[in-house]
């Protein structure tokens, strides 16, 4: 038996495309659908409340499109809402942070591990918390990088511009002697090019995505969930901008993707409403 519910995730933007592609490429034969919060983001600066408030409707909204699963495609949204609405809802719901938490333990050589995030996601401290849980002897450096969200939402990664502030921002990693970078926001792998360019070859730069990928499809095996052998529908939704999400969705999803519309939760939430 196959159970052809789509996976269903959320994000602040336009990061969680990143994961949507993720999907994409490990279990291809799954639908999906995925909420951007372009209207309320960027999440990284606002208050915890709000951002389970925000959360909670995108969560609501996908239980409503009948999802089988929900990935948070959203660190700062893992880091502050996830352990409250696991709590309230009974869909099972996977978060990126403990992922890639454990994919950069494993990785470093030196025990020397970075992480860029959200102001929100780095000030939880969750991905040392969880590094620490896996090891003691590994120390984490957290710099917040809420600019690069800026960045990739107005699509200009590779610019003279994206090169200085990512120059500014990383600075401090200088002088230190971390070998492992975890990208901690799922924007960051849009413009993980620029981030390479200035810290060099020799450290590794650590995408939570693929690893939380791998995670929930071990879970729709283990529990008889996969969809059918059959090519999966992709339908984007965005609160706001649609069409500079709808660009950066071409872009990085290569076109690969049947609708992308818009649509306002809060109206969804009162009654239903899905606006093209």
């Known amino acids: ?8 995730l959320l994000d602040s933007g336009v990061g969680g495309l990143t994961v949507v592609k993720e999907v994409m490429n490990q279990i291809p034969n799954e639908d999906i659908v995925f909420i951007g919060d372009e209207a309320n983001m960027p999440y990284g600066t606002k ?5 389970i408030k925000y959360t909670r409707e995108m969560v609501k909204y996908l239980i409503d499109e009948n999802c089988k699963v929900i990935i948070y495609a959203c660190n700062t ?7 409250k609405l696991q709590r309230e809802f009974d869909i099972p719901m996977f978060g990126v942070i403990k992922p890639g938490a454990r994919a950069a333990a494993e990785i470093t050589k030196n025990k020397q591990v970075g992480v860029i ?19 003691p002897e590994i120390n984490v450096i957290g710099v917040a990088a809420q600019s ?16 200085t502030k990512v120059a500014e921002t990383l600075e401090p990693y200088k002088e230190t002697k971390i070998d492992t970078l975890i990208l901690g926001c799922t924007h960051f792998p ?4 620029d981030i390479n360019s200035y810290l060099g070859d020799s450290i590794t730069l650590v ?8 995670e929930v499809s071990t879970y729709l095996k283990e529990n008889d969930m996969f969809g059918s052998d059959v090519a999966g529908n992709i339908i984007l939704h965005t609160t706001a901008n649609l069409e500079t999400f709808k660009k950066l969705a071409t872009d990085w999803l290569e076109g690969k993707f049947n609708k992308v519309d818009l649509v306002n939760l809060e109206d969804n939430n009162a009654g239903n409403n899905h606006s093209n």
Request: hydrophobic letters at 35%; a negative charge; aromatic letters at 4%.
């Open 207 to 214: 995408n939570p995505s693929i690893e939380t990928v791998k």
């Open 1 to 8: 038996m196959s159970d052809e519910r789509p996976i269903g």
């Open 190 to 193: 849009m413009i993980a090019k």
């Open 117 to 135: 995030g959200t102001q929100a996601t780095i000030d939880s401290k969750s991905y040392s918390l969880y590094v620490d849980d896996l090891d």
């Open 148 to 163: 690069f969200v800026k960045l990739v939402e107005r699509d200009q990664t590779g610019t003279d511009k994206s090169m």
């Open 47 to 51: 208050t915890t409340e709000e951002i």
């Open 77 to 83: 949204a893992t880091a502050r809402a996830l352990p």
